[in-house]
């Protein structure tokens, strides 16, 4: 039993930092803190967030300013009132939403406004359920609308749409813009879609979108969502008086005709103003805040664009998503707290996990979906402490030892295989540490063979490694003379450096020149080729400076010297830009040799990791103590006299993309030609695999220039059937360019 006990003993300490997590959990919680946060977020992105325009839609506003009230009074006679409305059925609305209580008469001719509640079909007439407000006598049930807006209890603020409440659908009552809507249309379709599929329109549940479930935003039979806005102050709106006086001009008139009109009060001196999201972000003299008129247009028009197929606004997730995405952000701080053997990368991994998880609410925000991110967000931080702190403790009591940080000689040996890296690290004393990283200002060179790949999938595996010895041998020499260090062998690709690990202020010249010193070499390599009747090879160079991390990457036991930088993805994207018997150089090479180059060529184009497109040239002789120049591209490619047919692959990395699609050939050469797409475009430096009829094999080619909706392809493999055709149609008499 004793140990029992302590296994118990040993559990329950092990559980300790996850309970102590959960209680401040559980604090945050009660404190409201995470649903403040959530409704600071969703406010922030219906600021953000394009809203429509409400001129873009049928409803109108009649609003009763400052200068009506002065005029008329704070209690709108009903004579005025029933004029209005006459005005407007004159004009032609569709719908009127009176949006003022008329219960009671007010001045004279309050019989005319209750006759015409009683026969004007489109009149609305609004009642006040919280405020026990009853519509004006005699309306019709059926053109009854609840004016009720119902304001956050947190801030105030009105964030939701009550759409209905079940009782009133039972009654046959309805919200004042349903009710416009209605009599708009002549349908009940919305209605009827509450009544069967509430959830459709009405999502806003307890505990969905950033409220917490005890939140008194929501009750049974409360059918809810949160408000789609319009552009605030957008909707067309014109004063009462300007009704009454008959000065609207003949342009407002039009704008009024067969729209859905709401009469009500604008005035900012009223009570019938809200602080809605919107709010917190634009601030005057005094804090901004929407009639509660204009709040109903927002609500009318939200309702219109559901009925036409475009919901609008922010939609609240489920409450049971949000509690799926706590329990994974749990289970997600655990993963990140034990699993990473690294406290500085678990570390890391915790913090790039928030970013990315902040990043993914902003992004459901913009796309419209808004949820509870604050508590899983605390929750995530909160538990991997806890396993932060369960780790630590038992460090201390297992008394894990720290790393052994010295390193032998022979270990150093183990770990580097350049000659210029040993000679580095020779000069160290072996009682030291290995050296650590530092900043440098190199020049990374990188090759490749082209077609390599495909080679190896026709020929024997012996054969291939007798290509590759006979190709490394002559680059290993031509590099060593140069002083670049040879960082990688990737199979038929080089990684090389020059700057590192030892400096010098010419690495950028001194890489050019011998990237153009491996291409001249490659003849000697094809001449050992073709005497061993191997294939012969064609290579593709790209270089790059800039700064880059250098210095031992790897673990304690097995370790390298390498650099780390984007100097060295951009060199590789750059030499995957190039064809056979090129040197594609960054303009930050070119403009660090001192030595006259000869430029063949220059683009921009669009690389991963950059963040603007990047300016390569082609490089083709330097000249100074090095004088190496490339042979110059000889002339084009002759026209045909009759266009080839052709199919053509675009190509991603090794992957195809989709199947062959037609072309037509115009000119043709060994090492270029020029084709006519009979549908879509290429894109400037896509990599194609080209079939010709009758031809045995595929072309592989690079896009190097369009004119006039003709693709120059430069060539860098054909098959020998290709090069027998291609010498045939010399033979034959092709024309030249220009020719007719």
Known sequence: MPGSGRRLASILRQLMPYAAALGLLLMVRQSRLSERLNLFAYDLAVQLRPAPSGGSTPVRIIGINEADLHRYGPLVSDRFLADAVERLDRIGVRAIGLDMFCGQPVGDGWQRLRRLAVTNPRLVSVYFELDAKQAIPGTPANRQGSADLYTDPQDGLVRRDLLHITEELQQGKASLPMRMLQIATGQNQQLKRLQQHPASLADLEPGAGGYLPEANVSA??????????????????????????????????????????????????????????????????????????????????????????????????????????????????????????????????????????????????????????????????????????????????????????????????????????????????????????????????????????????????????????????????????????????????????????????????????????????????????????????????????????????????????????????????????????????????????????????????????????????????????????????????????????????ILKGKQRQGSPRPAVATHLAEREAWIVLSEENLALLDNLAISFPGISGEAYGKVREERNGSFRIVLSRIPPDLKQLINSLRASRITKPGAS
């Open 220 to 649: 049974p039979g409360y059918l809810q969502r949160m408000l789609p806005f319009h552009q605030p102050g957008s909707f067309p709106s014109m004063s009462l008086s300007s009704l009454l006086d008959e000065k609207l001009s003949p342009s407002q008139e039009k704008q009024l005709r067969g729209t859905l009109v709401l009469i009500g009060v604008v005035a900012p001196s009223s009570k019938d103003n809200f602080t809605v999201p919107f709010s917190q972000w634009r601030q005057g003299e005094r804090r901004f805040t929407l009639s509660g008129v204009e709040i109903h247009a927002h609500r009318l028009a939200a309702l219109l664009a559901n009925a036409d197929g475009r919901p609008l606004g922010i939609q609240a997730a489920p409450s049971l998503v949000n509690r799926l995405v706590l329990v994974a952000a749990i289970v997600a701080g655990v993963i990140a707290g034990e699993a990473v053997p690294s406290l500085r990368r678990s570390l890391a991994v915790v913090a790039a996990g928030m970013v990315l998880a902040v990043g993914a609410t902003a992004g459901l925000l913009a796309l419209g979906v808004w949820l509870d991110a604050a508590l899983p967000l605390a929750a995530f931080a909160l538990i991997a402490a806890a396993a932060w702190s369960r780790r630590g403790a038992n460090q201390q009591i297992k008394g894990l030892a720290l790393e052994s940080e010295g390193r032998t000689m022979r270990s150093l040996f183990d770990r580097f295989v350049s000659k210029q890296v040993a000679a580095e690290l020779l000069g160290t004393n072996s009682t030291t540490a290995p050296p650590s990283t530092e900043l440098r200002n190199v020049t990374v060179l990188m090759s490749d063979l082209r077609g390599f790949s495909l080679l190896s999938q026709d020929h024997h595996p012996d054969l291939m490694v007798r290509l590759l010895n006979n190709f490394l041998a002559v680059m290993f020499e031509v590099v060593e003379a140069y002083g670049g260090t040879i960082d990688e062998v990737l199979g038929d690709a080089i990684l090389v450096l020059f700057g590192a690990p030892h400096q010098r202020h010419d690495h950028a010249e001194a890489a050019l020149a011998c990237a153009l010193a491996m291409q001249l070499a490659m003849e000697r390599v094809n001449q050992t080729n073709a005497s061993q009747g191997l294939p012969l090879l064609e290579m593709g160079l790209g270089l790059c400076s800039g700064d880059v991390v250098a210095g031992t990457i790897g673990s304690q036991q097995r370790a390298k010297y390498g650099v780390v930088g984007a100097a060295v993805n951009l060199a590789a994207r750059i030499e995957a830009l190039s064809v056979g018997g090129e040197v594609l150089a960054a303009e930050s090479t070119v403009h660090a040799v001192a030595a006259s180059l000869r430029i063949d060529a220059e683009y921009r184009v669009e690389v991963k990791g950059a963040n603007e497109p990047l300016h390569v040239f082609a490089v083709g002789a330097i000249a100074g103590s090095h004088n190496l120049v490339l042979p110059i591209p000889g002339p084009g490619p002759h026209a045909l006299k009759q266009p080839l047919a052709i199919a053509y692959v």
